[in-house]
């Protein structure tokens, strides 16, 4: 075992596929010789060569529509697309090509290409480096979409999305890249060494695409969330002060029904959290989710914390991103309800 | 020029109720353009993206160093993928027409822009067509009753319903699915040409898409991945002149040639008479030459003209000259190959005749043996379960209880309007919470 940050642990998944797995290459923007611009790349490009790890032209429906003929090809790659708030050019391409190609051709032709892309705030990005988009990939059938928010569950996750048949979406909460952020920007940064998911094999393992965890038993309320929220929300539980249940979601698509359900059925009282906007936002299938299946054990009406449904402001991050203490008013509100 | 900047809005040369006019189309002489050495520099054959390569000459005879000296059979099996072409095609608007099919869209006048290169291409090479490239079916094998079951949405349909007529797709003869989204499989070419390279392999792509979707970003990401990688791939552009109703000036076709774009990019740029069989024969020979040689990609302008509608949903007649295709300065391809083999000794108007016929039967045939599957008003029909087959590869929980409630409304869906309909939304609602 080792102590990893998020950007380690996926720089060593990616490591560990290019060695087991041939078919594997890399490309994006700034990917190679440099390493990306987050340095998950790092280092791999000297180690397996510039036709396995390659820079791309800047244009991301270029890598994404190339990545499709790659993987019609016999070739797994792994794109990256530098900003989630960059990928709208590819979008055609996901959407319409990649996400429908084994659907249209009955089987016959499939790409199995792998998305890795950093999403979210609180790194003074503004609104088109701070976006959180994952509910518009789950809106599209024939794509799975992921969000780790550990070192541990992002090695394991990529693996499995880079093994897997189908194409998968990956996003990666980049303020949580370095650190667990318990949504207090004034506290100094915490390393991953200080967090038990920091700890890391250094070979191969596997997270399942189809599974959430539950990161913190509790028996008042279950709060869904994942990405960089299961650790505000984690100091939002300790703030209010109550026996929360927390589940990280981990995949959105597939999404692991029973696991959510179960919780809320036994706790009778949800928040779902996230930091992407609200309207039309995932939170609304979770919340639409639970209700069909926990309607009659719910004690209190199901409430969201979310993004505004504004841009990203760049001055205002802080009163935009959903913090510990909105958060835990609505736990709160929730406990108090009926 | 003026003293203020004015919005130049492109006007088609002709409209309906005027002579068709085609002064635009730059022509050479057959014979006329050399034919540079497959490892010449692109600085130095710029002149090949703005001229025009032909072979045919006007007494039909082939000439200059572009005749890429075909034996006569090989130009007979041209002739005869072109003419089961155009008889497939007539066949399948006919059939449109009587309501069997919902949609289709012919290739008529266009036939050489997929049957010949798909001769001069090898049978490992990746296609990546367009949805008006019927002719490389054809020329790979494809049988015609395997398309028309696709039409048909049957029983025997290779996409299992699930894409409107002519999307085809065939894995084992490696042509890649046809996307009505247009212009997608450009850059996806240029992906599995990289691969090929990757991977070390002999194989090239060609891809083609319509002069009008040049205009869609994906074409140019395809030019500049190929060109930046030196991809072994060839990237066709028909310009039939018209995108539906939307004539090729609003490409970008008024102020150069869409070949012209290959030198922008750094690769050969080829213009050649998309209706002179020979000429793309051997322009496309050049290309995949020079592909495999790790030359990098070649930009192909196939100049030709869409002589039906866009599709049976259109009506061309409102937005061009009725008889504009009679006045096509490049002839029909059919036509000008048949009259070759024919100044060749090669052929005559009665065996043209008979093949016809015997085409024309073949097709007949084939559409005998693909009703049999079912059609899609009179069925049989596949089971409507299968749509939830294919979204991923193992089906995730969520589509297997979608599946399971379609089925269960199914079961108990009255044959015809009987007292159960009565109770059916209430027993649909029961079925919906329990699924």
Same mark, same amino acid.
């Given at each position: 075992m080792a102590y990893m940050n998020m950007v380690q642990a996926l720089n060593s998944a990616m490591d560990i596929m290019l060695q087991r797995d041939p078919r594997v290459v890399i490309l994006g923007e700034d990917i190679g010789y440099f390493g990306g611009v987050f340095r998950v790349t790092d280092g791999l490009q000297r180690k397996y060569g510039e036709h396995r790890v390659l820079d791309t032209p800047i244009a991301e429906g270029g890598i994404i529509g190339a990545a499709i003929g790659m993987g019609v090809n016999g070739l797994k790659p792994v794109a990256e697309i530098q900003f989630a708030d960059y990928i709208y050019p590819g979008f055609d391409q996901v959407v319409s090509e990649l996400a429908r190609l084994r659907y249209r051709t009955a089987g016959e032709f499939s790409a199995p290409v792998t998305i890795r892309t950093p999403c979210g705030g609180g790194?003074?990005?503004g609104q088109t480096h701070s976006q959180s988009p994952e509910a518009i990939f789950t809106h599209v059938s024939g794509i799975k979409v992921v969000m780790p928010s550990n070192p541990y569950d992002a090695k394991g996750l990529l693996i499995s999305a880079i093994e897997d048949d189908d194409p998968v979406v990956f996003f990666e909460p980049k303020r949580i890249y370095n650190g667990p952020f318990d949504g207090d920007p004034h506290k100094p940064a915490v390393p991953w060494?200080?967090?038990?998911?920091?700890?890391?094999?250094e070979g191969y393992y596997t997270v399942p695409m189809s599974r959430a965890e539950i990161v913190r038993p509790g028996n008042d309320l279950t709060v869904l969330t994942y990405g960089t929220m299961v650790h505000v929300v984690e100091a939002a539980v300790r703030m209010a002060e109550v026996d929360a249940e927390i589940v990280d979601v981990r995949t959105m698509v597939p999404l692991d029904v029973d696991t959510l359900c179960t919780s809320v059925c036994k706790t009778g009282r949800c928040v779902v959290v996230h930091e992407a906007t609200r309207f039309g936002g995932f939170g609304a299938e979770l919340v639409a989710t639970v209700q069909e299946a926990c309607f009659w054990n719910l004690e209190a009406p199901i409430q969201r914390v979310t993004g505004w449904d504004t841009p990203y402001p760049h001055a205002f991050e802080w009163e935009y991103f959903p913090g510990p203490a909105r958060i835990a008013q609505a736990l709160k509100s929730v406990m108090e309800a009926a | 020029m003026t003293q203020r900047s004015r919005l130049h809005v492109p006007n088609a *040369? %002709?409209?309906?109720g005027d002579k068709p006019d085609f002064s635009y189309v730059r022509l050479s002489p057959a014979g006329a353009v050399p034919r540079p050495d497959v490892t010449a520099a692109v600085a130095d054959i710029e002149e090949l993206s703005t001229s025009l390569v032909r072979v045919l000459d006007d007494s039909h005879n082939a000439v200059g160093p572009w005749n890429p000296h075909l034996e006569p059979a090989d130009l007979q099996v041209g002739l005869r993928h072109m003419v089961l072409t155009r008889a497939f095609d007539d066949r399948m608007q006919r059939i449109q027409r009587q309501g069997r099919i919902s949609f289709y869209m012919k290739s008529t006048g266009e036939e050489a822009v997929a049957v010949a290169p798909g001769m001069a291409l090898r049978p490992g090479d990746m296609l990546f067509p367009s949805y008006r490239n019927q002719g490389l079916y054809v020329v790979r094998g494809r049988s015609l009753t395997d398309l028309m079951c696709q039409c048909l949405s049957n029983t025997n349909d290779m996409c299992k319903g699930r894409q409107m007529p002519v999307m085809y797709h065939w894995a084992k003869g490696n042509i890649f699915s046809i996307s009505g989204n247009l212009a997608t499989q450009f850059p996806q070419a240029a992906g599995w040409a990289m691969a090929a390279a990757i991977k070390g392999e002999d194989h090239i792509a060609a891809s083609w898409i319509g002069e009008g979707s040049t205009a869609e970003a994906d074409f140019h990401y395809a030019l500049t991945f190929a060109s930046v990688y030196r991809a072994p791939v060839i990237l066709n552009v028909v310009n039939n002149q018209w995108a539906i109703s939307t004539f090729q000036g609003f490409a970008g076709g008024e102020r150069g040639?869409?070949?012209?774009?290959g030198p922008g990019y750094g690769m050969p740029g080829i213009r050649v008479d998309g209706n002179d069989f020979l000429a793309v024969h051997a322009a496309t020979q050049w290309a995949a030459e020079r592909a495999r040689m790790s030359g990098g990609p070649t930009l192909i302008e196939h100049v030709t003209y869409r002589a039906s509608a866009h599709s049976t949903s259109d009506d061309p007649s409102r937005y061009r000259p009725k008889d504009e295709w009679q006045a096509? *300065?490049?002839?029909?391809p059919i036509v000008r190959l048949k009259k070759h083999l024919i100044a060749l000794g090669e052929w005559s108007e009665d065996r043209h005749v008979a093949l016809e016929k015997e085409l024309e039967a073949h097709v007949t045939a084939c559409w005998k043996e693909a009703v049999k599957y079912g059609? @899609? #008003?009179?069925? *049989? #029909? @596949?089971?409507? %379960?299968?749509?939830?087959?294919?979204?991923?590869?193992h089906m995730p929980p969520h589509l297997a209880r979608q599946r399971e409630e379609l089925r269960a409304l199914r079961a108990i869906q009255p044959k015809n309007g009987s007292a159960e309909q009565q109770n059916l939304d209430e027993q649909a609602q029961s079925v919906a919470k329990e699924g």
């Open positions: 790194i003074r990005g060494t200080s967090h038990p998911k920091g700890e890391v094999p | *040369p %002709a409209r309906p040639t869409f070949a012209a774009r096509w *300065p490049l002839g029909d059609t @899609l #008003s009179e069925g *049989p #029909s @596949l089971d409507p %379960a299968t749509m939830f087959e294919d979204v991923y590869k």
